[in-house]
């Protein structure tokens, strides 16, 4: 299993891809180098709260969604937060989550 620097690299790395942005752009708009933007990718290398501000900004999120990696974590660890999340829900909403999580399901099996 990941540790948590690992799993917010991976983090990182997920979003900068989702935007399409290499390591040496995100690397140039935080003013390091490239090699620095892969440590901190592998876990390596923990950026400061000012570099994580500019992460944030590089890539276009909240602050707070750099640390939304749960879904990069082990299956046990998912499943739970799942199945918190649906008992955080009332009947109603649950049984909407329900319709929507097995529509989900069906296109990805097709």
Known sequence: ???????????IRELRKIR????????????IEQ??????EHGKSYPSLDRL???AEALQVPLPELFDFI????QET????LETMLKGLD??????AYQ?????IRLLKN
């Open 100 to 104: 929507i999580f097995a529509s989900i």
């Open 35 to 40: 090699k620095h933007v892969s440590l901190i």
């Open 78 to 81: 998912r499943v739970q937060s």
């Open 91 to 96: 009947e109603k909403s649950q049984q909407l």
């Open 1 to 11: 299993m990941k540790n948590v620097t690992e799993q917010f690299g991976a983090r």
């Open 53 to 55: 501000t500019k992460i």
């Open 20 to 31: 399409g942005i290499t390591q040496e752009q995100l690397a140039e708009h935080l003013g």
């Open 71 to 74: 879904h990069l974590t082990n």
